[in-house]
């Protein structure tokens, strides 16, 4: 199935930096949603967006829908030890019955 | 406290067994979803339900089979059809009103 670049694959970080990753699709989508999975859990949702150029903030977690409804990206600032996991983005599309298309994830590992 | 709730956490299947696992939620949501995750990779669609007794396969429903008689209950059996079944299991639920999709905290299936 159709699946969204999800990138970077994995990131080696201090303590403290801040952290990017974005999704790109060649497809629109209505929706999108960012999720972070600790290891042996489900995934947690952290943001939503609903709009294009819609900026959303969730504590030190800010998530942007692109312009162009193609892609979006999560920004983590000052990060800290319980940052670690894996971060997921998915997109939504209103014509596809509402189906998630999933990215394949970006591992956070935060450097001792 | 409303949520989902898969069981059991750990699972071992012998070759050519059948084994089951279970989820339920008590949000009230219409549609159920199953996913699969290998180590290192992103979710793949198993099936997904949108109403009671009804069901659509995903992406990679072969060797799968799931059933969907109560809303809250969405039981896997992994048949012995799977002839890879060791993987992560999520099941997700999505309220009718709304493009988030909620997971309960996994089962872990192991062939011995």
């Known amino acids: 199935g159709q699946q969204l670049n999800q990138s970077p694959q994995s990131m080696f970080i201090q303590e403290g930096e801040d952290v990017s990753m974005n999704c790109t699709s060649s497809s629109i989508f209505n929706t999108w949603l960012w999720y972070k999975q600790d290891p042996g859990e489900g995934p947690v949702l952290l943001i939503a967006l609903y709009k294009a150029g819609e900026l959303t903030s969730n504590g030190r977690l800010t998530a942007q829908f692109g312009i162009t409804r193609k892609d979006s990206f999560l920004n983590i600032s000052a990060s800290i030890p319980s940052d670690v996991g894996i971060y997921f983005c998915a997109g939504v599309r209103h014509d596809s019955n509402y189906q998630l298309i999933w990215g394949a994830g970006t591992k956070l590992i935060i450097k001792p | 406290d409303g949520g989902i709730t898969q069981s059991p956490k750990y699972l071992f299947r012998k070759e050519g067994q059948n084994v089951t696992l279970s989820c339920e939620q008590n949000?009230?949501?219409?549609?159920m979803y199953w996913y699969r995750q290998d180590p290192g990779q992103g979710l793949r669609l198993i099936y997904y339900s949108q109403i009671v007794n009804d069901f659509q396969k995903g992406d990679i429903a072969e060797g799968y089979s799931v059933s969907r008689e109560k809303k809250e209950s969405f039981p896997l059996t992994v048949t012995s059809a799977q002839k890879n079944p060791t993987a992560f299991y999520l099941c997700?639920?999505?309220?009718?009103?709304?493009?988030?999709?909620?997971f309960g905290s996994g089962t872990q299936l192991s062939v011995l």
């Open positions: 997700a639920s999505l309220s009718g009103n709304s493009e988030k999709l909620f």
């Open positions: 949000l009230n949501h219409d549609a």
